[in-house]
């Protein structure tokens, strides 16, 4: 029987296999962006994500994607399963690399290819014969790549565009219509984006058919119980307002920031002259 615990990555419905994975790389719990994507991506939908860099952004796509390629049968053996749509060489190669962490314990191997621009072809057509599972690819060299006939976008189940909002950014915007333009009508679409401006809304909503929407609260690095407050004043008047505040307010505790070494000594002398200890 199975006893996942609430808010596991078990209780999300990933398999063994991907949990075994997790488990080796550390992960205790779900992000919470990977608490709501991975069953609305399991689930077979379309899904837009605000997602900043650092939110587990890339397993909240790629575990549930995983887990459909490892349970269903392929259309086609030589077909490209699921694309990932990246927006720079980096991405690719971090993106690719997680994904096949994420699949290292799958009881049959996933292909994942990662392309991008900037360097030899050559050796990502290569990379490309056979059957690949999941394609991780910045938009202009999977152009260039299937200008080729290297790669076939028609079997296609699960488009992601990742840091769509950078894709728009860098000038993607003809390259990725071009890209939509070789894939399927039918697939489900995964958008994840840090920001939402005109050109990102515009695409969500042509890309999108009635997408689950999930916006995760970024946590402010403030800790509720601390008040910010700036005080203007003189620059002559600083350290008076400072010995004036620390008594009125009797704060017994202060760490005060100053600019300089001088500044410092500067100041240390003048709350000492006052009474204060510092
Ligand atoms: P991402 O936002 O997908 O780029 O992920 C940011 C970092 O968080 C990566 O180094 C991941 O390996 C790590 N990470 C993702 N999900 C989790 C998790 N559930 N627990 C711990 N670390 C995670």
Same mark, same amino acid.
Request: charged letters at 20%.
């Given at each position: 029987?199975?006893?996942?615990?609430?808010?596991?990555?078990?209780? @999300?419905?990933?398999?063994?296999?991907?949990?075994?994975?997790?488990?080796?790389?550390?992960? $205790?719990?779900? &992000?919470?962006?990977?608490?709501?994507?991975? %069953?609305?991506?399991?689930?077979?939908?379309?899904?837009?994500?605000?997602?900043? &860099?650092?939110?587990?952004?890339?397993?909240?796509?790629?575990?549930?994607?995983?887990?459909?390629?490892?349970?269903?049968?392929?259309?086609?053996?030589? $077909?490209?399963?699921?694309?990932?749509?990246?927006?720079?060489?980096?991405? #690719?190669?971090?993106?690719?690399?997680?994904? =096949?962490?994420? #699949?290292?314990?799958?009881?049959?191997?996933?292909?994942?290819?990662?392309?991008?621009?900037?360097?030899?072809?050559? !050796?990502?057509?290569?990379?490309?014969?056979?059957?690949?599972?999941?394609?991780?690819? &910045?938009?202009?060299?999977? /152009?260039?790549?299937?200008?080729?006939? $290297?790669?076939?976008?028609?079997?296609?189940?699960? @488009?992601?565009?990742?840091?769509?909002?950078?894709?728009?950014? /860098?000038?993607?915007?003809?390259?990725?219509?071009?890209? @939509?333009?070789?894939?399927? *009508?039918?697939?489900?679409?995964?958008?994840?984006?840090?920001?939402? %401006?005109?050109?990102?809304?515009?695409?969500?909503?042509?890309l999108l058919q009635n !997408?689950?929407?999930?916006?995760?609260?970024?946590?402010?690095?403030? %800790?509720?119980?601390?008040?910010?407050?700036?005080?203007?004043?003189?620059?002559? *008047?600083?350290?008076? /307002?400072?010995?004036?505040?620390?008594?009125?307010?009797?704060?017994?505790?202060?760490?005060?920031?100053?600019?300089?070494? =001088?500044?410092?000594?500067n100041v240390t002398m *003048? @709350?000492?002259? #006052?009474?204060?200890?510092?």
């Amino acid at each position: 029987m199975s006893t996942a615990l609430p808010g596991s990555f078990a209780s @999300l419905g990933l398999s063994e296999f991907l949990l075994s994975s997790l488990n080796e790389l550390g992960y $205790a719990q779900p &992000t919470p962006i990977q608490t709501q994507a991975i %069953p609305a991506v399991l689930n077979g939908g379309d899904v837009v994500a605000a997602a900043q &860099t650092g939110s587990g952004k890339t397993g909240a796509f790629s575990l549930p994607i995983l887990q459909a390629i490892s349970t269903k049968q392929a259309s086609s053996k030589r $077909a490209v399963r699921a694309l990932v749509l990246v927006p720079t060489r980096e991405l #690719a190669m971090q993106v690719g690399d997680a994904i =096949r962490a994420y #699949a290292q314990h799958l009881p049959e191997a996933v292909k994942v290819v990662t392309v991008f621009g900037g360097v030899s072809i050559n !050796p990502q057509m290569l990379a490309l014969r056979g059957s690949t599972d999941i394609l991780v690819a &910045t938009p202009g060299r999977l /152009l260039d790549l299937a200008d080729k006939n $290297a790669v076939t976008l028609k079997s296609v189940d699960t @488009l992601v565009l990742d840091e769509a909002d950078r894709m728009l950014d /860098l000038g993607f915007a003809d390259e990725l219509d071009a890209v @939509l333009n070789l894939l399927p *009508k039918k697939r489900q679409n995964l958008l994840f984006s840090a920001t939402f %401006p005109e050109g990102v809304k515009e695409l969500t909503q042509s890309l999108l058919q009635n !997408p689950t929407e999930i916006e995760v609260k970024v946590e402010s690095s403030i %800790p509720e119980q601390v008040q910010q407050r700036a005080i203007e004043v003189d620059r002559d *008047k600083r350290t008076s /307002l400072l010995k004036h505040l620390i008594k009125e307010e009797g704060w017994s505790r202060v760490i005060v920031f100053v600019a300089s070494k =001088r500044g410092v000594n500067n100041v240390t002398m *003048k @709350l000492s002259r #006052a009474g204060i200890k510092a």
